[in-house]
Nanobody, 128 residues
Framework: QRHLVESGGGSVQAGGSLRLSCAVS????????MLWFRQATGKGRETVAA??????????DSVQGRFSISQDNADNAKTTLILQMDNLKVEDTAMYYC???????????????????WGQGAQVSVSS
């Protein structure tokens, strides 16, 4: 069973918008921290947004005001994690992944390695 299944992404011109979704099949105790991270070609992983069990969202400085992380249709057994990306820039081009786990110091500085479950990734390409 795949606990995280991503959808969305694609190609867009700079200034455009894209939306990523991550279907999460985990109970509320296993998903106290949920985040989106990205990895561009030849670069390391970087967390872009995180949301904790209280619903508090935090963002990497470079995406603050442009990206929004949220949940939809949450119940005890599942939820959908969403990343709305507006005013995209060329430097946002990367493979994007959702990551979920039991972690209580959840924020934009949380590293994906600290979470147990990862999605399969979705490509986001932004052209000038």
């Amino acid at each position: 069973q795949r606990h995280l299944v991503e959808s969305g992404g694609g190609s867009v011109q700079a200034g455009g918008s894209l939306r990523l979704s991550c279907a999460v099949s985990l109970n509320i105790y296993e998903r106290t921290c949920m985040l989106w991270f990205r990895q561009a070609t030849g670069k390391g992983r970087e967390t872009v947004a995180a949301i904790d069990s209280a619903g508090t969202a935090t963002y990497r400085d470079s995406v603050q005001g442009r990206f929004s992380i949220s949940q939809d249709n949450a119940d005890n057994a599942k939820t959908t994690l969403i990343l709305q990306m507006d005013n995209l820039k060329v430097e946002d081009t990367a493979m994007y992944y959702c990551a979920v786990g039991r972690y209580f110091l959840c924020g934009a500085t949380t590293q994906a390695d600290q979470l147990a479950y990862w999605g399969q990734g979705a490509q986001v390409s932004v052209s000038s």
